[in-house]
């Protein structure tokens, strides 16, 4: 019989055409991954390194980094650090048969009642003259969760830059909730507090980094559990710090690959058409994609167009199995001198650092 086989490679690329993945992965892939760099301190082990922000700084790109750390583990307990308000660290210790405990998730896990993170996450600057060989640079503080909002620690940040300011937007996780805290810097290696902008339940929250009719903007993502979801919302604010005027922009899709829950990425792109933003989506299987959504330029309140198929879905083995398998998610970019080449750094599975390249054009020809 004349069997034809077809090479997983060229199977794979087919999938992409069939499902508009239209995103140009590094060769180098994955940029980095946990055994790359060296543990905050002794006795800890990175567990995974996930979803940069992305700036340029002194002619180079620049990741901040979630590197996401736990104790060594050992066989028959689960242990995980947690921050005390003065700083000091906790390690938590379970017996993994213990009744009480519910560990069916590797992010969290429900132990008498309460919710905790398995691991400690904390952000790490690492730069690159190519903007695809990165390494940590000396002299530049870790940033740590700080006080009483960040004991679980701090993930996630976007890094939006306002005429000399870096604006800082990160995940702040305690006991008290999932919240937005905001930190500014000027240098990179001093940095002020400003203390949490949304309060819990929030996360995704990028400022754009251009002041429209004197008032800036952000997105950001409330949760409810009931009435309502797992939205992108659009807020403004005087001066950056104080946020009002709350709209709901992004829904989920019922029946589609973003149907669970939607997120902003980094702040939005500025285009002849209007502010292109690159989201994730996840449906109920917890399989993280990407799309895009485009705003209008005067009143970004308005959505003009989204995509429909995702335009990255994860489909190289980096992509598929890690710490949590299934996941392409993105909140760092650099947008290019041509006008239409961006690169999108991303957490792979939730374990690993990479980067694609894609056209402007191209995602705007999907926007319907
Ligand atoms: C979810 C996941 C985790 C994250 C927590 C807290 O469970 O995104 O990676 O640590 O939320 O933000």
């Given at each position: 019989?004349?069997?034809?086989?077809?090479?997983?490679?060229?199977?794979?690329?087919?999938?992409?055409?069939?499902?508009?993945?239209?995103?140009?992965?590094?060769?180098q892939n994955p940029l980095l991954k946990p055994s790359d760099l060296?543990?905050?301190?002794?006795?800890?082990?990175?567990?995974?390194?996930?979803?940069?922000?992305?700036?340029?700084?002194?002619?180079?790109?620049?990741?901040?980094?979630?590197?996401?750390?736990?104790?060594?583990?050992?066989?028959?307990?689960?242990?995980?650090?947690?921050?005390?308000?003065?700083?000091?660290?906790?390690?938590?210790?379970?017996?993994?048969?213990?009744?009480?405990?519910?560990?069916?998730?590797?992010?969290?896990?429900?132990?008498?009642?309460?919710?905790?993170?398995?691991?400690?996450?904390?952000?790490?600057?690492?730069?690159?003259?190519?903007?695809?060989?990165?390494?940590?640079?000396?002299?530049?503080?870790?940033?740590?969760?700080?006080?009483?909002?960040?004991?679980?620690?701090?993930?996630?940040?976007?890094?939006?830059?306002?005429?000399?300011?870096?604006?800082?937007?990160?995940?702040?996780?305690?006991?008290?909730?999932?919240?937005?805290?905001?930190?500014?810097?000027?240098?990179?290696?001093?940095?002020?507090?400003?203390?949490?902008?949304?309060?819990?339940?929030?996360?995704d929250c990028a400022i754009f980094e251009e002041r429209i009719n004197?008032?800036?903007?952000?997105?950001?993502?409330?949760?409810?559990?009931?009435?309502?979801?797992?939205?992108?919302?659009?807020?403004?604010?005087?001066?950056?710090?104080?946020?009002?005027?709350?709209?709901?922009?992004?829904?989920?899709?019922?029946?589609?690959?973003?149907?669970?829950?939607?997120?902003?990425?980094?702040?939005?792109?500025?285009?002849?058409?209007?502010?292109?933003?690159?989201?994730?989506?996840?449906?109920?299987?917890?399989?993280?994609?990407?799309?895009?959504?485009?705003?209008?330029?005067?009143?970004?309140?308005?959505?003009?167009?989204?995509?429909?198929?995702?335009?990255?879905?994860?489909?190289?083995?980096?992509?598929?199995?890690?710490?949590?398998?299934?996941?392409?998610?993105?909140?760092?970019?650099?947008?290019?001198?041509?006008?239409?080449?961006?690169?999108?750094?991303?957490?792979?599975?939730?374990?690993?650092?990479?980067?694609?390249?894609?056209?402007?054009?191209?995602?705007?020809?999907?926007?319907?």
């Amino acid at each position: 019989m004349g069997e034809s086989y077809i090479e997983t490679s060229t199977l794979n690329a087919l999938i992409k055409i069939l499902m508009s993945d239209i995103a140009k992965r590094f060769a180098q892939n994955p940029l980095l991954k946990p055994s790359d760099l060296q543990p905050s301190i002794e006795g800890m082990k990175i567990a995974c390194l996930l979803n940069p922000g992305v700036f340029t700084y002194d002619n180079k790109t620049w990741m901040l980094i979630r590197v996401a750390e736990r104790p060594v583990q050992k066989e028959d307990t689960i242990s995980f650090p947690i921050l005390k308000e003065t700083g000091t660290m906790e390690i938590i210790e379970i017996k993994k048969d213990d009744p009480e405990l519910m560990a069916d998730d590797p992010r969290v896990i429900r132990y008498k009642g309460s919710d905790y993170l398995t691991t400690l996450s904390h952000l790490r600057l690492v730069c690159s003259e190519d903007g695809v060989h990165f390494s940590q640079p000396e002299n530049y503080p870790l940033l740590l969760g700080s006080g009483k909002w960040e004991t679980f620690g701090i993930e996630d940040c976007r890094v939006s830059k306002l005429d000399d300011t870096y604006y800082l937007t990160y995940t702040a996780v305690s006991e008290n909730g999932v919240a937005v805290g905001l930190r500014t810097t000027k240098n990179w290696k001093q940095f002020e507090q400003k203390g949490l902008i949304f309060p819990p339940h929030n996360k995704d929250c990028a400022i754009f980094e251009e002041r429209i009719n004197r008032k800036y903007y952000a997105f950001h993502r409330p949760s409810s559990v009931e009435i309502g979801g797992n939205y992108i919302w659009l807020a403004s604010s005087p001066d950056g710090i104080h946020w009002g005027q709350h709209q709901c922009i992004v829904k989920t899709r019922e029946g589609m690959w973003d149907s669970a829950r939607v997120g902003a990425g980094a702040a939005p792109i500025k285009t002849k058409d209007g502010w292109l933003a690159i989201y994730h989506g996840a449906n109920k299987e917890h399989v993280y994609c990407l799309g895009a959504f485009l705003l209008d330029l005067h009143n970004p309140g308005k959505v003009l167009a989204r995509t429909e198929e995702p335009i990255m879905m994860p489909t190289e083995d980096y992509e598929l199995h890690g710490f949590f398998g299934k996941v392409v998610f993105t909140n760092g970019h650099i947008a290019h001198d041509d006008e239409d080449t961006i690169t999108v750094y991303y957490g792979a599975a939730d374990e690993f650092i990479c980067g694609a390249r894609f056209s402007i054009q191209e995602i705007c020809s999907y926007l319907k």
